[in-house]
Nanobody
């Protein structure tokens, strides 16, 4: 059974860092693009970042460039999202998603498989 499991969320103070993990089971991530999305209470889902399978090309939401970094470790079948200089407005549930394809896009409806999400709360 194909499954994505996010971890690494939690409570962090403004300016702090977290690294989220998206671990795959039931399939290998090598040929899948992976996206990170987030949804804050009362807001629509927002694309955060994605990484392609073909050349590990990455994309970021313009507002997050320079603070967030996506990476993949195919040997561990895991994709990471390093989040630095966190702000209260980064508070949301973060989801990873996968699709069997080469190049990624930051459009949630395009992805086929989703994890359950991990809560990130940025607060003092």
């Amino acid at each position: 059974q194909l499954q994505l499991v996010e971890s690494g969320g939690g409570l962090v103070q403004p300016g702090g860092s977290l690294r989220l993990s998206c671990a795959a089971s039931g399939f290998t991530l090598d040929n899948y693009v992976i996206g990170w999305f987030r949804q804050a209470p009362g807001k629509e889902r927002e694309g955060v970042s994605c990484v392609s399978s073909m050349d590990n090309n990455t994309h970021y939401a313009d507002s997050l460039k320079g603070r967030f970094t996506i990476s993949r470790d195919n040997a561990k079948n895991t994709v990471y999202l390093q989040m630095n200089s966190l702000k209260p407005e980064d508070t949301a549930v973060y989801y990873c998603a996968a699709r069997l394809y080469r190049l990624c896009v930051l459009w949630g409806d395009w992805y086929d498989y989703w994890g359950q999400g991990t809560q990130v709360t940025v607060s003092s």
